[in-house]
């Protein structure tokens, strides 16, 4: 899977979860915890239906690495099953 696919799965996600919360731009520089658009809860959410969607596992403790919807993407990335292959 490409990066753009992830950041795609990743706006859809945020889209259909947290749609209050963003506008129609949503770039991998769009800042995504609680400095920016989304609370605590809402980050969660996305975050583990991503994993959810992809098969993967982001560690708690790299958790506070995500800033921007590009960090999810590249965190998620770098735990997906085939990153490990």
Do not use: Q, Y
């Not at 506070?64 to 292959?85: F, Q, V, Y």
């Amino acid at each position: 899977m490409t990066r753009e696919e992830v950041l795609e799965k990743a706006r859809k996600i945020i889209r259909d979860n947290v749609p209050d919360m963003f506008g129609e731009e949503l770039n991998e520089s769009t800042v995504l915890n609680e400095k920016g658009n989304v609370d605590s809860m809402g980050f969660i959410l996305v975050l583990t239906k991503l994993e959810g969607e992809l098969g993967c596992m982001i560690p708690d403790s790299e958790w506070d690495k995500i800033s921007t919807l590009g960090d999810l993407a590249d965190l998620a990335m770098k735990h997906m099953p085939e990153a490990a292959e």
